[in-house]
T-cell receptor
Framework: AQTVTQSQPEMSVQEAETVTLSCTYD???????LFWYKQPPSRQMILVIR??????QNATENRFSVNFQKAAKSFSLKISDSQLGDAAMYFC??????????????FGKGTSLLVTP | KAGVTQTPRYLIKTRGQQVTLSCSPI?????VSWYQQTPGQGLQFLFE???????NKGNFPGRFSGRQFSNSRSEMNVSTLELGDSALYLC??????????????FGPGTRLTVT
């Protein structure tokens, strides 16, 4: 089974600064998807960014970017120019590329991000 | 396009009762997955349905069941409720076409409290 580990239960960043959230995963598969989801206090899970393992280029979405290190099985999220609205729980998730038995997301335990003025 | 909707949003039940939660996916999405979120266990996969067929099931007891209707709406049922079933139940829908459409879009969740 694939496991996802987020080693930072809590992180803090000042407004306008940059913060990096860590995620490592364990898999024997060569192709898969990785995601970062954001869960604000409203509890609504919001997709932040996705990465296909077969793509070498790191994904970027506005102020959010990832550092995908396939060999190291590492998938960190960088948030630039942090805003108060970025405060939330962030979950790293893994999904198989292709499976007849479904496409369940395996989530890490999450990192709580606090943004201070 | 309307997002994923879940009803009810909040529910309080007593131990031993049963409960049914409903999820309406985004229009055109054929896959619905359910997750349980608790402070202790985090987010855990319950089951996934695609075109009315259960494709995958997580490691939960048989008290947890689900189904999907021809319009892709899904329900999950928990029988003989236990205190440990108190959780936020999240539904996610996905288009899924071959290896594409892999993004899952989540609903706001149903907060179940068992007393």
């Amino acid at each position: 089974a694939q496991t996802v580990t987020q080693s930072q239960p809590e992180m803090s960043v000042q407004e306008a600064e940059t913060v990096t959230l860590s995620c490592t995963y364990d898999t024997s598969e060569s192709d898969y998807y990785l995601f970062w989801y954001k869960q604000p206090p409203s509890r609504q899970m919001i997709l932040v960014i996705r990465q296909e393992a077969y793509k070498q280029q790191n994904a970027t979405e506005n102020r959010f970017s990832v550092n995908f290190q396939k060999a190291a099985k590492s998938f960190s999220l960088k948030i630039s120019d942090s805003q108060l609205g970025d405060a939330a729980m962030y979950f790293c998730a893994y999904r198989r590329l292709n499976s007849n038995s479904g496409y369940a997301l395996n989530f890490g335990k999450g990192t709580s991000l606090l943004v201070t003025p | 396009k309307a997002g994923v909707t879940q009803t009810p949003r909040y529910l309080i039940k007593t131990r031993g009762q049963q409960v049914t939660l409903s999820c309406s996916p985004i229009s055109g999405h054929r896959s619905v997955s359910w997750y349980q979120q608790t402070p202790g266990q985090g987010l855990q996969f319950l089951f996934e349905y695609f075109s009315e067929t259960q494709r995958n099931k997580g490691n939960f007891p048989g008290r947890f069941s689900g189904r999907q209707f021809s319009n892709s709406r899904s329900e999950m049922n928990v029988s003989t409720l236990e205190l440990g079933d108190s959780a936020l139940y999240l539904c996610a829908s996905s288009y899924l076409s071959g290896t594409g459409g892999y993004e899952q879009y989540f609903g706001p969740g149903t907060r179940l409290t068992v007393t």
